[in-house]
């Protein structure tokens, strides 16, 4: 059998249902679940009850076979020995229905029954543990390769304790084989072992699925083919397999009926009985309105939104305490006054032990009279060049309204916040508003004229220097504006100052130098230089390998900026002595493992110098004392 691989199967809810706390025990007994209305006994042909057996009590003799060792266990109301709980993937059970006349099919077919599930894990499509896999509440089909097509139901929860339901009457002989039809339903409820009353109907081209009591799914299918299905034993817990148990159900099932015909809501509403939840599902209400910060004269709508309410829950409004309204979720209050508060008391119909809620408070402010607006600049009218600003209206209270139109030189620039960093001196900023921002404001706020001081430039052309030795060189950057302070950091190697327009560098090591100037009116630029100090290669000119720790070693001295290519050492014959690209390696004044006489030998240094890119070659003599 192989569902795997087939993630449309189920399609699960990406939202979860919170529950409250259970505030006491299992609520007093109900009567027994089988109901006994002729309502929900019509097109019936197999009812299991479960008190303390797996026999029909439809009268159709349609008497269950208990598969391995399903428990009985208590129902939903608390009855002992009236509901069976299955072992699961690890130790499965089931019930057998043998085929018989009165469970066949056509055009219409329903199911009801009750399931709770507490562990989440099921088989997947290739007969293995997942905890995310298929557990089977019914079915009336082969092992779904065979299944030509067959019926069942499956529950699937994924990582996150989410459920769906599916509906399958579907042909599993290979993958490229049409699907009749499959339909499936998100239902969360599984952190707290919740019962869920569940209902599937077929009739005729369409597919219904309840949830309790509640149309949860409904759509077109083509017409449902039981002729498979028809030779089929009915099972309870599991599919058929052969010898493999396939998705055995993990849990508790109570009250299966099985019909002939399509269900109604009514007999739904019979099934499901108005059974009450031990586990409920908090209300909340929250409020909203057309506007709080209003004109005098000027009505205000407040809409009530509720979750878990029910489906007739009963509002109250209470304006300053008080209450007001016809109970409706809407509530409009033609002339409020001056900090009046407004909330919503909720009473839930959902049977819930929590059944009610108290919403959020909204307080309305009324204007009297048109506050004064200004118009901030930030920050402020007397700016630098290039420096961003922010114009925005503001009014007595210190808010910012909305509607306000921008325009510079009379030319428009935008709306409500404005911000613009290309001012020029003497540009004016003004802001008409519209009539919506606050009662009676004018129609045009004064304009702001600017005073823009221009910003110096740096410039350094070029932005790289090189100096050899200690000649040093003249940084001369170009500066446009009149400046009047110079500053230079860092200050190491700068002569004769760090506060003088042209200083000359003359840096131990390559360095970055960032100027800073400043106008009269405290206008700054900054801009930068790097000087790369080439400083010359000095190789020794004589070692001692004595061994005493000291001048042991003739090599390139450590910290010298080359990319190291061969160091050669020649005898005055010359035969060469030592060679290496290693700048870490020296020559110990050995050659072939035998000391070496002292005297004078010809070095040869070839390699480029990583400061600047050159090539560099060297030639000297160097003198080995013993």
């Known amino acids: 059998m192989s569902l795997a691989g087939n993630q449309n199967f189920f399609a699960f809810i990406n939202t979860r249902i919170f529950f409250g706390m259970i505030n006491f025990f299992l609520f007093l007994s109900h009567a027994i679940a089988q109901p006994d209305s002729s309502n929900c006994r019509q097109g019936l042909v197999a009812s299991f009850p479960f008190n303390g057996n797996a026999n029909d009590v439809s009268g159709n003799g349609n008497n269950g076979i208990i598969g391995n060792t399903p428990t009985l266990t208590t129902d939903r109301f608390g009855h002992p020995n009236s509901a069976y709980l299955f072992g699961g993937f690890y130790d499965p059970d089931w019930i057998r229905i043998p085929n018989s006349k009165t469970l066949q099919f056509d055009s219409a077919f329903s199911v009801s029954l009750w399931f709770k599930q507490c562990s989440f894990g099921g088989m997947d499509g290739y007969g293995k543990y997942s905890p995310n896999g298929y557990d089977i509440l019914f079915s009336k089909a082969g092992d779904g390769i065979d299944a030509d097509p067959g019926i069942w ?154 979750y878990n309410g029910g489906n007739a829950p009963v509002y109250q409004w209470l304006l300053n305490g008080q209450k007001v309204g016809s109970g409706r979720p809407v509530y409009k209050n033609t002339s409020p006054g001056d900090n009046d508060a407004v909330s919503c008391f909720l009473t839930s119909n959902a049977g819930c032990s929590i059944d009610t809620a108290t919403s959020n408070t909204i307080t309305v402010h009324v204007t009297a009279a048109a506050p004064a607006i200004t118009v901030s600049a930030d920050p402020g009218d007397t700016v630098c060049s290039g420096t961003p600003v922010i114009f925005a209206p503001l009014s007595s209270n210190g808010n910012y309204g909305s509607g306000y139109k921008w325009f510079v030189n009379g030319n428009y620039a935008g709306t409500d916040i404005f911000t613009t960093s290309s001012l020029r001196d003497g540009d004016s900023v003004n802001c008409i508003a519209g009539a919506d921002i606050t009662c009676g404001l004018p129609d045009t706020l004064p304009a702001v004229y600017m005073t823009v001081y221009p910003s110096p430039a740096i410039i350094f052309k070029p932005d790289t220097v090189y100096v050899s030795g200690n000649s040093g060189v003249t940084l001369t950057p170009s500066i446009s504006g009149i400046v009047t302070t110079y500053q230079w950091s860092p200050s190491d190697g700068l002569f004769p100052f760090n506060s003088v327009a042209s200083p000359v560098a003359n840096p131990l090591k390559s360095t970055t130098y960032q100027l800073t100037v400043n106008s009269q009116q405290g206008c700054a630029a900054t801009g930068k230089v790097t000087v790369f100090a080439r400083l010359p290669l000095l190789i020794p000119n004589s070692f001692t390998p004595n061994g005493d720790g000291h001048n042991d070693i003739f090599r390139v001295p450590p910290g010298v900026p080359l990319s190291l290519q061969e160091l050669d050492v020649f005898d005055r014959w010359g035969n060469r002595v030592f060679v290496s690209n290693d700048i870490n390696r020296g020559w110990d004044g050995t050659f072939n493992s035998r000391r070496s006489n002292p005297g004078t030998y010809i070095y040869l240094i070839r390699g480029t110098n990583t400061t600047t890119g050159t090539a560099v070659s060297l030639k000297g003599t160097v003198v080995l004392m013993r």
């Open 153 to 306: 139901s499956t529950t699937y929860t994924s990582a996150a304790n989410l459920l769906a339901v599916g509906f399958n009457n579907k042909n599993g002989k290979g993958r490229n084989k049409p699907v009749n039809f499959a339909g499936d339903a998100g239902f969360a409820c599984f952190d707290t072992c919740e019962w869920v009353h569940y209902v599937v109907v077929i009739n005729g081209n369409e597919l219904r699925m309840y949830f309790d009591g509640k149309l949860q799914k409904q759509q077109a299918i083509k017409k449902a083919d039981f002729s498979a299905a028809n030779k089929e034993d009915f099972f309870i817990g599991r599919m058929n397999g052969g010898g493999t148990i396939w998705y055995p159900f993990g849990g508790v099932i109570d009250d299966v009926n099985i019909y002939n015909t399509a269900l109604t809501q009514s007999q739904v509403d019979c099934l499901y009985g108005g059974y009450i939840n031990a586990y409920k599902a908090v209300p909340s209400a929250s409020i909203t309105s057309s506007s709080n910060n209003i004109c005098p004269g000027t009505a205000v709508t407040f809409t009530c939104t509720t």
